[in-house]
């Protein structure tokens, strides 16, 4: 079988991927390129996720495109605004002529006689598995799986008679009008979901086994909207994104220089919003440091509203056991429920778990160490996006897509077929992936690929950093080796 073959190919519609196929138009224009996409529509977790109240949980002056103004006032917004603007970006840009639906990737292999990649795709309508190949690979494949959620085992679990629905397969037709509702966790879907299901539900009890940081924030950022009213839409965004970028980069890196400052800080904003009776230290005040896990937003305090109406409300606590009608906790006290959430967490995957070969080796990515934080070393034309655990994922996604060109645009200057990061430096030390612990990064730490003590091969976390290296570092630097 012949395979279909394009100079690149990114994997994956989702924002990264978008981003990636604008940059190739761009800054490559004459290279073509598709997108493969394992699912029906563009937008990745925005097309997955449809649990009620689904929003971004950063600002959308930095979570959008540097090329395309988010001018919606809602710098919070709700999936459904966010998914109109990724379809405007790509039916603007005729990224959608380059998409290729339900093209599920399942295996990739490199030769370096040929300097090629060869994809074997998983298509709807064949019988038999598509073959594709490129010149370069560029991986948007986001970093978790899109099979199924985590949810722990819990004692019980059979026993209980109502439904047990995890956030990432929400059920759209599902009634919770009047019922009693147990959301377990306290990451950013629990507190998403939570402000809306009590609009509806008799009672939501959010319980979580330890507390996270909140901080409430407008969902409409006023100085973004009098800037759009008085400037350019083009320049309005500039500074719009240049202000959060800042924002982001200040609460990051006072955090981590004055965490008990910070600490006082989050706690007064909850004193403020909670009333009496209310056990801040208890719910909302973690053991761990600001920015040790991400901080939840809660915008415009919602889900301090629903906590204060009596909608819903907080209990940290160990889960026992599951019963027919409730959940038994280790204190002894009983939560009555008609429908229990699991919104704890994602299944971290590194590239989908797709096999990958080079010149017939399988790759093990445990053992590899990352390159400036978007290759990897001994794996040739093959770069990957990832985005901050401190900002938004886009920032760094779009640096990397620029980044990806400025190599192609190398190699085709110099007339080079191969570039490839090469690791040997005897006294660089190896250390975690992400120097980040919430637990889904935890349970799978020890798959992921590892970075090292210095640069290139240490991962900052720092959009100023990461601006200065992706676009004025050398690409002839001695560990990206040519021919």
Not at 151 to 173: L, M, S
Not at 370 to 381: A, E, R, T
Request: with cysteine; proline share 5%.
């Amino acid at each position: 079988m012949t395979a279909t073959h394009f100079d690149t190919i990114i994997i994956g519609a989702g924002i990264s991927g978008i981003s990636a196929a604008h940059y190739m138009q761009t800054d490559c224009p004459g290279k073509t390129y598709a997108i493969l996409e394992g699912r029906k529509n563009i937008g990745g977790t925005w097309d997955l996720f449809r649990y009620p109240g689904i929003r971004s949980d950063s600002d959308m002056y930095t979570f959008g495109f540097a090329f395309k103004p988010w001018t919606n006032p809602k710098a919070i917004a709700p999936r459904e605004d966010i998914i109109q603007y990724l379809e405007e970006t790509v039916n603007e840009e005729g990224i959608d002529k380059h998409i290729q639906f339900e093209h599920k990737l399942l295996s990739a292999s490199w030769s370096s006689e040929t300097a090629t990649w060869s994809l074997t795709v998983k298509t709807p309508d064949s019988a038999d598995h598509q073959l594709f190949s490129c010149s370069f690979l560029s991986l948007c494949t986001g970093y978790y799986s899109y099979e199924s959620g985590y949810t722990p085992v819990f004692a019980g679990f059979n026993d209980f008679k109502g439904p047990i629905i995890h956030p990432q397969k929400w059920d759209e037709a599902l009634d919770y009008t009047g019922k009693k509702i147990v959301v377990i966790g306290s990451g950013a879907t629990a507190m998403t979901m939570i402000p809306v299901l009590a609009q509806k539900a008799e009672h939501v009890t959010m319980l979580q086994r330890s507390p996270t940081y909140v901080i409430a924030l407008p969902d409409v950022d006023k100085k973004a909207v009098w800037l759009n009213n008085k400037l350019p839409k083009k320049t309005a965004y500039k500074i719009n994104r240049f202000r959060m970028i800042l924002f982001q980069r200040f609460s990051y890196a006072f955090s981590r220089r004055f965490p008990g400052a910070m600490k006082k800080a989050l706690r007064k904003q909850l004193e403020g919003r909670m009333g009496e009776g209310f056990d801040i230290d208890k719910h909302f005040t973690p053991t761990y440091n600001p920015w040790d896990q991400r901080l939840c937003v809660v915008p415009n305090g919602d889900l301090f509203k629903a906590i204060k109406n009596k909608k819903a409300n907080v209990v940290t606590d160990h889960i026992e056991k599951f019963t027919t009608n409730g959940i038994w906790l280790v204190s002894g006290d009983f939560i009555a429920a008609d429908i229990i959430v699991t919104a704890t967490g994602l299944n971290v995957e590194f590239f989908n778990n797709v096999p990958f070969l080079v010149d017939g080796e399988k790759v093990d990515f445990s053992k590899k160490v990352v390159y400036k934080g978007l290759m990897v070393d001994g794996i040739p034309n093959m770069t990957f996006a990832s985005g901050y655990t401190n900002a938004s994922w886009t920032l760094k996604c779009e640096m990397t897509s620029r980044y990806t060109c400025r190599i192609i645009n190398y190699m085709t200057k110099n007339g080079f077929k191969q570039c490839v990061p090469v690791q040997n430096d005897p006294d660089l030390v190896i250390k975690p992936f992400l120097d980040f612990n919430p637990g889904y990064v935890l349970r799978v730490l020890d798959k992921l690929p590892k970075m090292g003590n210095k640069k290139p091969w240490k991962i900052e976390q720092n959009y100023f950093y990461d601006k200065k290296m992706f676009e004025k570092s050398a690409l002839d630097d001695g560990i990206l080796q040519y021919n």
